[in-house]
């Protein structure tokens, strides 16, 4: 060490350093001449070597178990040391006229970082202000790496501590220019680094550095930044000095590896220290202070925002404001859910908790300090001075709280990665006094911290959650400790669940609003996602739940965007890009934007896959051009691949497949992917008129889970026809007979087979205006309708397949072995005889020809024919492609029900997926 060090300031009290009792030490004394002390050279073996210090005097003490040694050095490099002054009738200066700041490492990182912090110090209107000030980014963790080389012996650790050096050289010289403040810096950064190397020289030949030791070590970036920042203010200036916190701020350390302030001492510290420097801006170094018996300390990760709240209690100040590089404090993590929004206001208990639960802006112990005196806390962003930032108050809700943040009852989300739930249980817990406790004591014996405890009130098991890492080490010492009971039976496992997270919901509304867990967990649930423990306090201020790490990001997402804190999110897989699949994307393209802005619904099209080719993208297709992109940028179709594609971003939570194929290979994929959490959209037949066991599977599959599978476009297009007939069924109405003309194609047909026109120039005419498939036989055949009269009759509880329906086709005998669709139209008119006679038999009876299928539930029928109606009746007065289903009911008897409307076409079919995909969205937690 340096005879002098900026640290070791007059008047400032001695600060001891511990030292590993089995080996020697090489201590350098001065900038002249350097210092090497053996203690066997002292009489001491190296067991008995324990401590040394520096004195007020500037000497360095060696201390034995035997005697006790003082080397002193040079006069000339001795400071003298300050007459203290009479303290006893000072008053602290306090109240509303002090502020006070801290700014994070990310805030100091350069110099023109630096500059730009003096800069909004300068500009506080505050009369007094403390100002906080982190190390520059990565300098603490530079020290730690240091400290870690040496304890390695790795000779690196020089160069190490000289890229220290030579980034705070290098930033002051920038920063201050020529000058005696640059000057004064840098003597006492190259005192405080030849200290270092000698005490890291220590530590390289121990091999190891107590933690007094290590503290010492690691607050120098503090000292070092602070420094920098009061000149930097001065140049600016603005009278101001800086504070080593070690001089003032006295901390007892506990059990639990934290620092409890000690407020009696520090006030009297703090008393003295502004007797002797009376300015209105103080820079104060965080991180860093003293224990009561003058050992230097740190205040552990992020202690610069304890430290901040510390002085805010100790001077009462009007407010803290913490400065830092984000807006606020936000409702999730933006890094796992990037449609977060800035909370404008929390209350101290909500920020606590979310602190707690991860949210990394705040140390979770600053608020304590500040909540006794109400002093406010405002977390704002050095980078976007025009960001208001957060403010947390006793009070969590401030009369201009943004809508969005304010109707949520759930302010934020927060979540712990890597814990592992042990599930200790048997029924030898149950009524036992001092069981818990045992588990308990074992756990704390361990060392291991306990994230959350979960207990069912018949005692028959406890689970609580701790860090991965200490799993194996807990389940080990409670085994040992319930080895009796184990053997014996009365505790029948300790298990351990690897690989867990735990998702915290915070809001202090929570507690005088109902329904907050059931649609927590109804979120989740939606979502496909298991739920592993529960915990929640009386208090409600939080509802805390283990889910598996692998759901972790997608649970936080899912319940994010329940609580309309951010978009309903959907990946959706496109399978067909044909002609109703190209309708759809082009449909989807077109109200992307207002279904984001108006009605909080982002759907975003992963994968687009067609019977040769796919287009697969991370963050969503850009549907402008999505053909173009699929001829460049497609890759060779792999249905599997595409769905794992679907699946693989966890952070969006809902994944869904859209079927606009007519493939039953696709088909048969359904159960599968209802078992992998995918809901299913389809406007293909082939699923519901398939075998029958084959679809009754699927409907329970998917009462069993919150997998939805939407198929309303398979009957009616764009008609509402399995919703009405759900309505009247789950209403309790009784159906009868359900009766329709289900094909658009067919009904077009019909409706113009009037006056001298043949049914074959009309089937041809059809063909041509895009109403039929490419073979008008795949229509005339009765098979599409066949199926649909299926679906329906399944949907009322009929347990038909198809070839239970008989179906009249309209294609003539002759003709349906033809291989051509285009010889199937040149040999039709050969057949008009027959149909042209069916039209005049029911023209002379004053009636229609219609093509309907018949669900006839009284007598658990089914049928597809051509069939004669008055032309008064609902049927006859169709037109164009228009479809009519009629509802015959124990309340629609007299009259049926109809629902009546286009039922052919591109548009209104892929107008029907895209219903049903929004009605998923509004499933999933949408506003509807």
Known sequence: ????????????????????????????????????????????????????????????????????????????????????????????????????????????????????VSGIIVDDPSSQKIVVVSAMSKVTDMLYSLLDKA?????????????????????????????????????????????????????????????????FVVGHGELWSAQMLAAAVRKRGMPCTWMDAREVLVVNPSDSNQADPDFGASREKLLKWCSQNQVDTIIATGFIA??????????????????????????????????????????????????????????????????YFGANVLHPRTIIPVMQYNIPITIRNAFNLSAPGTKICSVGLEPDEPRAAADSVVKGFATIDNVALINVEGTGMAGV????????????????????????????????????????AVAQA?????????????LSQVQVVSNCSILAAVGQRMAST????????????????????????????????????EDSVKALKAVHSRFYLSKTTLSVGIVGPGLIGGTLLEQLKNQAAILREKFNIDLRVMGILGSKRMLLDGFGIDLSQWKQLLMEKGEPADIEAFVEHLQANHSIPNTAIVDCTSSEEVAHKYLSWLRRGIHLITPNKKANSGPLDQYLQLRALQRQSYTHYFYEATVGAGLPIISTLRGLLETGDKIHRIEGIFSGTVSYIFNNFIGNKTFSEIVAEAKVEGYTEPDPRDDLSGMDVARKVIILARETGLKLELEDI????????????????????????????????????????????????????????????????????????????????????????????????????????????FSDILRLASYLGAPS
């Open 806 to 913: 008989p179906v009249q086709s309209l294609v003539p005998e002759p003709l349906r072995r033809l291989s051509t669709a285009e010889e199937f139209l040149a040999k039709l008119p050969d057949h008009d005889q027959e149909i042209a006679r069916k039209r005049k038999e029911a023209e002379q009876a004053d009636e229609v020809l219609r093509y309907v299928g018949v669900v006839d539930v009284l007598t658990n029928e089914g049928s597809v024919e051509l069939r004669k109606y008055p032309k008064s009746h609902a049927f006859a007065q169709l037109s164009g492609s228009d479809n009519i289903i009629s509802f015959t009911t124990a309340r629609y008897q007299r009259q049926p029900l109809i629902v009546r409307g286009p039922g052919a076409g591109a548009e209104v079919t892929a107008g029907g997926v």
């Open 290 to 355: 003293s224990t009561s018996e003058n050992v230097p300390i740190t205040l552990k990760r992020d202690g610069s925002d304890f430290s901040a709240a510390i002085f805010a209690a100790l001077f009462k100040s009007c407010e803290v404001t913490i400065w830092t590089d984000v807006d606020g404090v936000y409702s999730a993590d933006p890094k796992k859910v990037g449609e977060t929004v800035v909370l404008s206001t929390l209350s101290y208990q909500e920020a606590w908790e979310m602190s």
């Open 151 to 215: 304890k390695r012996r790795e000779d690196s650790y020089r160069d190490a501590l000289n890229l220290v050096y030579e980034k705070h050289k290098e930033t002051a010289s920038i920063l201050l220019g020529e000058g005696l403040d640059l000057d004064t810096f840098l003597k006492n950064l190259k005192d405080d680094v030849q200290n270092l190397n000698s005490m890291l020289r220590a530590i390289y030949i121990a091999r190891h550095a107590t933690e007094s030791f290590s503290d």
């Open 433 to 472: 006094p001092g069981t818990a406790s045992a588990i308990f004591e074992t756990v704390k014996e361990v060392g291991a911290n306990v994230v959350m405890i979960s207990q069912a009130s018949s005692e028959h098991s406890i689970c609580f959650a701790v860090p991965q890492k200490e799993a194996k």
């Open 478 to 490: 409670l085994k040992y400790k319930f080895q009796q009971a184990l053997e014996a039976g009365r």
């Open 514 to 549: 109902p329904g907050v867990s059931a649609t927590l967990f109804n979120a989740l649930a939606k979502a496909n996602i298991n739920v592993r423990a529960i915990a929640q306090g009386c208090s409600e201020y939080n509802v805390t739940i283990v889910v598996n790490c």
């Open 1 to 116: 060490m340096a005879a002098t060090s900026s640290p070791l300031l007059p008047g400032s009290p001695p600060y001891a350093l511990h030292l590993h009792t089995e080996a020697a030490a090489a201590v350098a004394a001065s900038q002249s001449q350097k210092l090497c002390v053996n203690p066997h050279s002292l009489g001491a073996t190296p067991s008995s070597f324990q401590s040394l210090c520096w004195n007020k005097s500037r000497s360095l003490g060696f201390k034995t178990r035997a005697n006790k040694y003082t080397l002193k050095f040079d006069a000339a490099l001795a400071d003298s040391v300050a007459q203290e002054k009479d303290t006893a009738n000072l008053v602290l200066p306090k109240g509303e006229t002090w502020s006070v700041h801290k700014f994070g490492g990310t805030c100091v990182g350069t110099w023109e970082r630096i500059w730009n």
